[in-house]
């Protein structure tokens, strides 16, 4: 079955520490990868997506994540996290040439303290 | 991006009766919209595809006759939650394709709490 596991639920993080949050997928084909991030009291905004070509991609706020088609995983980086970060982040997979719907991850929880 | 914007953000609601929650894309066509469904500590769940002008496709163990979906125009779909009940409670959340970019834009969720 198709599946998408963020491995971390909840992080609690300093000021400019690094982030890597772990996504993983299980699927039978291509795919399109995608994070998401949900502001408190705010909708899903796109933080950044894979469809094709350079498999590190950089997205807006200063992430970026890393495909690695031979381990399934799309993790999330950023190099220095603000207070500002603090957030629900989710994975999305969907499957190329199969529509636009995306199958979530459970998201991670991020709290980044002054 | 593009912003899609639903309607009521919180509703409550007594056992049996029926909900409205409405999705619109203010500055984009809309041809496709999704519907999902998270729960507490949940994942979003898709719930089903709405293409305008045609019926929605539901996914697997939703009932359709239960959550009534119309796609009626290109800017504004909606999802009806009839004869609810307190295991309906959850948070609503649509999504619209953009045209041009197959980029998904969401809204910021509606809350449901049957009492």
């Known amino acids: 079955a198709q599946s998408v596991s963020q491995h971390n639920h909840h992080v609690i993080l300093s000021e400019a520490a690094s982030l890597e949050l772990g996504c993983n997928y299980s699927y039978g084909g291509t795919v399109n990868l995608f994070w998401y991030v949900q502001y408190p009291g705010q909708h899903l905004q796109l933080l950044l997506k894979y469809f094709s070509g350079d498999p590190l991609v950089k997205g807006i706020k200063g992430f970026e994540a890393e495909f690695i088609k031979s381990k399934f995983s799309f993790n999330l980086r950023k190099p220095s996290v603000q207070w500002s970060d603090t957030a629900e982040y989710f994975c999305?997979?969907?499957?190329?040439?199969?529509?636009?719907?995306?199958?979530f991850g459970k998201g991670t929880s991020l709290l980044v303290t002054p | 991006g593009a912003v899609v914007s639903q309607h009521p953000s919180w509703v409550i609601c007594k056992s049996g009766t029926s909900v409205k929650i409405e999705c619109r894309s203010l500055?984009?066509?809309?041809?496709?919209m999704f519907w999902y469904r998270q729960f507490p500590k949940q994942s979003l769940m898709l719930m089903a595809t709405s293409n305008e002008g045609s019926k929605a496709t539901y996914e697997q163990g939703v009932e359709k006759d239960k959550f009534l979906i119309n796609h009626a125009s290109l800017t504004l779909s909606t999802l009806t939650v009839t004869s609810a009940h307190p295991e309906d409670s959850s948070f609503y959340i649509c999504?619209?394709?953009?045209?041009?970019?197959?980029?998904?834009?969401f809204g910021e969720g509606s809350r449901l709490t049957v009492l």
């Open positions: 999305a997979v969907n499957a190329r040439n199969s529509g636009y719907a995306l199958n």
């Open positions: 999504s619209g394709l953009g045209q041009n970019t197959g980029e998904l834009f």
């Open positions: 500055d984009f066509q809309a041809t496709t």
